[in-house]
């Protein structure tokens, strides 16, 4: 069973910036994209920024300018810069793996707060 480990979560100030990571463990396999999702209190999990084998990457307009997804040269490991956090991304950040179109993983999340 892959399982994703995040790190890099917690506590700023708006303005300030966090950097997410997401390894992928447990897998002998390619992984046809990796992204970043969250989930804010009283709302639905909502895709933040994805990134396909080949390069080609989505963000949500609103993150678009602040916010930056990477992958390492082996593909196992998924990134996302943060900067100029705003309260409004207060959220648990999920990292999701695929497979294929169907098959995909989840990480446990990681929570990131800012600060007003």
């Known amino acids: 069973q892959v399982q994703l480990m995040e790190s890099g979560g917690g506590l700023v100030q708006a303005g300030g910036s966090l950097r997410l990571s997401c390894t992928a463990s447990?897998?002998?396999?390619?992984?046809?994209?990796m992204a970043w999702y969250r989930q804010a209190p009283g709302k639905e999990r909502e895709l933040v920024a994805g990134?396909?084998?080949?390069?080609?990457?989505k963000y949500a307009d609103a993150v678009k300018g602040r916010f930056s997804i990477s992958r390492d040269k082996a593909g196992k490991s998924v990134y996302l810069q943060m900067n100029d956090l705003k309260p409004e991304d207060t959220a648990v950040y999920y990292c999701?793996?695929?497979?294929?179109?169907?098959?995909?993983?989840w990480g446990q999340g990681t929570q990131v707060t800012v600060s007003s």
């Open positions: 447990r897998t002998t396999f390619s992984l046809i994209a």
């Open positions: 999701q793996a695929s497979r294929t179109s169907s098959v995909v993983y």
């Open positions: 990134i396909i084998s080949g390069g080609n990457i």
